[in-house]
């Protein structure tokens, strides 16, 4: 199935297969979509990402977190933010903090895909593509 929205794409299959206890999903590979796996991975909300097939039909395979006897998922939400219909960009000073700086917003820079507190602390700003916890 081709998907307009990469970033929506990864997020709502992130999100059912949570959701349904999985431990893995598949998501088509972009350059956009190994950046926010990397993110997530080093946020500690995904237990590992890879990369499997050839070609155009290379996908990453992303291995899920949970937590304690009822497998709860680790990512609790998952909120697109800036949309293809409405971009949503913000200066430094005003990146947001997702729940008080429990959850992560990641933030697409001139300086690659990071997190808000990342983005903060180097004094740039840029798309605010999700928000995660």
């Known amino acids: ?68 006897k009822n497998r709860q998922p680790l990512i609790r939400k998952l909120k697109r933010v800036s949309k293809p219909g409405l971009r949503v960009y913000k200066n430094s000073k005003e990146l947001p903090r997702v729940l008080g700086g429990i959850g992560v917003a990641i933030i697409s820079t001139s300086s690659g895909i990071m997190t808000d507190r990342e983005a903060r602390q180097r004094g740039i700003g840029g798309e605010v593509l999700c928000y995660v916890w």
């Open 1 to 68: 199935m081709a998907a307009n929205d990469t970033i929506s794409d990864m997020l709502t299959r992130i999100r059912n297969a949570g959701a349904v206890r999985h431990a893995t999903t598949n998501i088509p590979a972009t350059k956009m979509t190994r950046n926010i796996a990397r993110v997530l991975k080093q946020e500690g909300f995904i237990a590992d990402y890879e990369e499997v097939g050839e070609g155009v039909k290379k996908q990453l395979t992303v291995s899920l977190k949970y937590t304690g």
